[in-house]
């Protein structure tokens, strides 16, 4: 027996599976044969190698196995242009990451699985870097995330002084064409933080995202999934990414959604999860997805 959801996606109520009818050709999105299973994951977690970020890759495993979540995806930063040394691992330490990725993934498999990606700076000059890089690896998922407007880091602590020079409804408008052009690009699979603009808390940008439409209405079209990533409650502005009114458009849109805490510490593994949980839950959706190779799996949601 098959009911519609009221974000579009269509329920089997047998088995729990969940199966896009509209996006059945999407590419990468391998929903036949997928084993929806009531899981945790958390999809985007940091290590020491960034240069910003505490703890042993190994730590972090041990801190998701401890927190009972089932799947941990390492998503460490990659920013391929040389803006700062202690934002991102180097090239030349990737094949390191992904190898001690690898290695834990062997080491834990009964207690946990655990995938290896990246996450890469959107910067249109060196898209054909990043493809370079993530072409060498069998990384599971690949987030893109717009961090920089210019040569200025948007979420960097140290920089924020500088959003009170800014014009910030033009910042907005600034940071949405960024978007959009990451959107022509095939190099991800998952938006991060996608109103990350809104970290530092001014009201201007706070809901800035929330009435571009275009935005939505392109990541339909792109067929990617949007991380819901909680290091928001941590931020000044005290609230999930996205927030919960772009949330919604976003399961109006039918856009499938993954989960992540940003850990850049063992110990924030898996933060915030139960109450982003009721707030996915609110939006309608009723499953995230987990990757393996770049092939998404949908998994219903646990708690
Ligand atoms: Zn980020
Ligand atoms: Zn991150």
């Known amino acids: 027996m098959i009911k519609k959801s009221r974000c579009g996606f269509f329920s089997c109520v047998e088995t729990g599976c969940h199966i896009d009818l509209k996006d059945k050709s999407r590419a990468g999105l391998n929903i036949r044969g997928a084993h929806p299973q009531a899981l945790m994951i958390d999809y985007h977690v940091h290590t020491a190698l960034c240069g910003h970020a505490e703890g042993k890759m190994e730590e972090y495993v041990l801190s998701a196995i401890s927190n009972g979540l089932k799947e941990i995806c390492f998503l460490d930063h990659l920013t391929t242009r040389p803006y700062d040394r202690k934002i991102s691992m180097t090239v030349a330490e990737v094949p390191v990451y992904y190898k001690e990725a690898r290695r834990l993934q062997e080491k834990y498999h009964s207690k946990i699985e655990v995938k290896a990606g ?4 959107f910067d249109p000059e060196m898209v054909s870097a990043i493809e370079d890089v993530v072409g060498s690896f069998s990384f599971d998922c690949i987030g893109a995330s717009v961090h920089f407007i ?12 500088r ?12 940071y949405v064409a960024s978007l959009l052009n990451m959107m022509s690009y095939d190099f991800f699979d998952v938006v991060c933080h996608i109103d990350v603009i809104k970290k530092f808390g001014h009201p ?11 935005i939505f209405v392109e990541i339909k079209k792109k067929g990617c999934a949007v991380e819901v990533n ?19 458009r976003l399961c109006e849109n039918s856009v499938p959604i993954t989960l992540g805490s940003d850990a850049h510490r063992p110990e924030d593994v898996g933060r915030y999860f139960a109450r982003t949980i009721k707030m996915i839950r609110s939006a309608g ?7 393996d190779k770049r092939k998404a799996r949908i998994r219903n949601l646990a708690y």
């Open 230 to 248: 909680t290091s928001g409650y941590d931020h000044p502005v005290c609230e999930a990414y996205p927030s919960p009114a772009i949330l919604f």
């Open 150 to 161: 210019d040569d200025w880091n948007i979420v960097s602590r140290r920089k924020a002084a």
């Open 285 to 291: 959706y009723e499953y995230l997805l987990s990757f």
């Open 118 to 121: 990246l996450e890469c700076d």
């Open 163 to 174: 959003y009170g020079t800014q014009d910030l409804a033009e910042l907005g408008k600034r």
């Open 204 to 214: 201007e940008l706070r809901s800035f995202l929330d009435s571009q439409e275009e």
